[in-house]
């Protein structure tokens, strides 16, 4: 019964997304909630409806919904309430998607945002997820706890964040996020764990749904109600498993494969900190950015696809190798990243002059003449840039 029951999480996620989204759709250009473009960062050319992740979350909610009843119904199922996401967490979830439908329709300020975020980490917190990377080192006292909770604070609200810079071109972040699901999936596959396997398949069901009407040219944006959503979600689905026996590989094999988002933020934070900008200061110098400028718009997502596949892997031989063979990998892919990011100008002194000068991109996404050098204070909205 258990192989059947993820199919149907996987198909009931899948239907319900692709039923839900042109509903949604439809809803938002009534109620006029749609995404403007700006002439600045924003490189789509028309309104476009950008409350989405609305359509993904109640997806990922009818799956999560049809396995519970089957446990009800089944109660043999092989891994029992270990196949589902602790009940706190789901709620979490469902807090942090109303945030950022929230911040969707309205503009919330960034630091309430934060706020927020941290707050949604309390339900993951209280409902057993965090880690424990210390506890054995400070002795597993008061200190440790705190360490243990602050880290696992910074995880939460870093990939929640890190899912939202990348959310910047049709069907980017959606496929991303669903590629590393698959590979977490697999990671804790080859280690013979299965653990919250309903959380990956219903939320991949529901991205794969989602991505019919946001593939490029995008008919409706997830905004930030699906990019934080998916964040807080990835990040739980992350710590939650165990990916190796070493608690060091434990905590860098998940980080491997989310590396993507994982760099795409860390440059993004390495760039504003060496031009002395707010950390929240948006700019059109991402990595998807930068790759836009020698390929098409279709072909930057599907090449970043293809990068996120690479950490993905990576991190599944790391799971299934010895610890000095996993460091070996590492060490391979850390030299491989470091190239790539040469080669896309990341290292040069006039990539440097380009950033200071705040040259974008053009309205159509291709390299040309730039837009004017506009400056937001919040990059924790739905870029979509």
Not at 54 to 69: C, D, H, R
Not at 117 to 126: C, D, N, P, Y
Not at 170 to 191: F, Q
């Given at each position: 019964m258990f192989l059947p029951g993820i199919v149907a999480v996987f198909v009931v996620c899948l239907c319900a997304t692709l039923a839900l989204v042109p509903i949604v759709s439809r809803f938002a250009v009534r109620m006029g909630w749609n995404d403007t473009p700006d002439q600045g960062r924003k490189i789509h050319t028309k309104p476009i409806p950008n409350i989405g992740g609305?359509?993904?979350?109640?997806?990922?909610?009818?799956?999560?919904?049809?396995?519970?009843?089957l446990q009800r119904l089944f109660p043999s199922i092989p891994g029992g309430a270990a196949l589902v996401p602790p009940p706190l967490v789901i709620v979490g979830a469902v807090v942090i998607a109303g945030?950022?439908?929230?911040?969707?329709?309205?503009?919330?300020?960034?630091?309430?945002?934060?706020?927020?975020?941290?707050?949604?980490?309390?339900?993951?917190?209280?409902?057993?997820?965090r880690i424990g990377l210390m506890d054995d080192f400070l002795g597993g006292g008061l200190l440790a706890m705190a360490f243990s909770y602050g880290l696992t604070a910074l995880w939460m609200v870093g990939t929640m964040n890190a899912v939202n810079f990348l959310d910047g071109m049709?069907?980017?972040?959606?496929?991303?996020?669903?590629?590393?699901?698959?590979?977490?999936?697999?990671?804790?596959?080859?280690?013979?764990?299965?653990?919250?396997?309903?959380?990956?398949?219903?939320?991949?069901?529901?991205?794969?749904?989602?991505?019919?009407?946001?593939?490029?040219?995008?008919?409706?944006?997830?905004?930030?109600?699906?990019?934080?959503?998916?964040?807080?979600?990835?990040?739980?689905?992350?710590?939650?498993?165990?990916?190796?026996?070493?608690?060091?590989?434990?905590?860098?094999?998940?980080?491997?494969?989310?590396g993507l988002p994982i760099l795409d933020t860390g440059t993004s934070i390495a760039r504003r900190f060496l031009l002395g900008r707010s950390l929240f200061s948006a700019d059109s110098d991402h990595i998807h950015h930068r790759l836009s400028k020698k390929l098409s718009h279709r072909n930057t997502v599907l090449a970043l696809y293809g990068a996120g596949v690479f950490f993905s892997v990576g991190a599944m031989l790391m799971a299934a190798v010895r610890p000095r063979i996993a460091i070996e990998i590492f060490l391979l892919g850390t030299v491989i990243v470091g190239v790539f990011l040469y080669w896309l100008g990341y290292a040069s002194r006039r990539a440097r002059a380009r950033s200071v000068d705040h040259l974008a991109l053009s309205g159509d996404g291709s390299a040309g003449e730039p837009v004017m050098p506009k400056v937001v204070e919040d990059d924790l909205a739905d870029a979509h840039v």
């Open positions: 609305l359509a993904i979350v109640a997806g990922w909610l009818a799956g999560i919904s049809v396995f519970v009843v945030v950022g439908f929230l911040d969707d329709l309205y503009d919330v300020h960034f630091r309430h945002k934060l706020i927020a975020q941290f707050g949604a980490t309390l339900f993951v917190i209280a409902g057993g997820i049709d069907g980017l972040a959606a496929g991303v996020v669903a590629i590393v699901l698959i590979g977490l999936a697999a990671v804790y596959l080859i280690g013979g764990r299965v653990v919250d396997i309903v959380l990956s398949v219903a939320l991949v069901g529901a991205l794969l749904g989602f991505l019919r009407y946001n593939f490029h040219p995008a008919k409706i944006f997830m905004g930030d109600c699906g990019s934080l959503f998916l964040g807080y979600l990835l990040a739980v689905y992350a710590l939650h498993g165990k990916a190796h026996e070493l608690p060091v590989l434990a905590l860098v094999i998940p980080a491997v494969a989310m």
